[in-house]
Every structure is written in structure tokens, then in C-alpha cells.
């Protein structure tokens, strides 16, 4: 916010919205932070860059580092609730799960939210594809035991 020219006693809301007009804020969050933490982790494995690569060798399990990116998540979620509380922002909160399971929804009420319309003749799509396997489903099963014992 420096490079914007905070005043002291101005909120950074009010720095942004000086700077870029008037902004309306939405909070995408994923329900399911385990899930979240595995998929951050995937890039991170052997083969896991696109569909159709092919494991150079198995891709290993790091409980520890999976731990840590959950933590990390959890972290930022609490971080971001703070910050939104702090400039007395109310945002539209989406999630990923709402996102994925239907665009058109989610694109249709951020737009009722913002007072305007979707075209019906235009329905959101992504050329993306959902990348979870089995590994994935694994590894979130051995994470959420792993946190149930730490809290045990």
C-alpha cells in the first residue's frame, strides 16, 4: 500500500478504492481445506504437470509437508476473514466446491449480488479439467488421520 500513498489513518480498502474506484470485494474459499492442501501439493509430485503424463517414478507421500500446507491454509483463511473484518468489508463469499460443481450458478449470483445479469445465451465454462485421482483421494485420507491423531 506504500507505493499508493497510505495515509496513516486511511484503511486499506480506502487506499484501493481511491487508487482503482469503487470496488466490490468477493472471498473464494475451498470448503474442504485437506483437499486444498493435497491439490498444492500435487504439483509438487513426479508426472502430476498435465493429463496424460506419464510418473518418471511413484510419487511420494510427505504427511509433513502436507501437514504444513493445510496449516498454511487454515492460516490464510483466518488471515483474510481478519482483514476483511478489519476494513469493514462485507465480501460475496463463493466457494471452490460452488465453482467447480456449477460455474453458471456461481457466475449468475456474483452477478445478482452486483445488481446485474448473465445473458442467458452465455453460460461460463473453463477448458480446465479436475486433475484429483486416487492418489489424491489417498493422500487426503492419510492427512485427515494424520490430524485427527494430532488432536487426539
Not at 61 to 90: C, K, M, P
Not at 94 to 99: D, R, V
Not at 105 to 117: F, L
Amino acid at each position: 500500500m506504500d507505493g499508493l500513498g497510505k495515509d496513516a489513518h486511511e484503511s486499506d480498502a480506502a487506499v484501493l478504492e481511491r487508487a482503482l474506484g469503487p470496488l466490490s470485494f468477493i472471498h473464494l474459499r475451498r470448503e474442504d481445506a485437506v483437499s486444498q492442501a493435497v491439490s498444492w501439493h500435487a504439483p509438487n509430485r513426479p508426472g502430476s504437470g498435465q493429463h496424460g503424463d506419464t510418473p518418471a517414478r511413484r510419487p511420494r507421500q510427505d504427511l509433513q509437508q502436507l501437514t504444513g500446507l493445510y496449516e498454511r491454509i487454515h492460516s490464510d483463511n483466518l488471515a483474510w476473514r481478519d482483514w476483511f473484518r478489519r476494513q469493514g468489508v462485507e465480501p460475496y463469499e463463493i466457494t471452490y466446491e460452488g465453482l467447480v460443481s456449477d460455474p453458471g450458478a456461481t457466475v449468475r449470483s456474483i452477478a445478482a449480488w452486483h445488481r446485474g445479469s448473465v445473458p442467458a445465451s452465455r453460460e461460463p465454462s473453463s477448458p480446465h479439467r479436475r486433475q484429483a485421482d486416487e492418489t489424491n483421494q489417498n493422500r487426503a485420507t492419510a492427512l485427515r488421520d494424520a490430524l485427527a491423531r494430532a488432536r487426539d
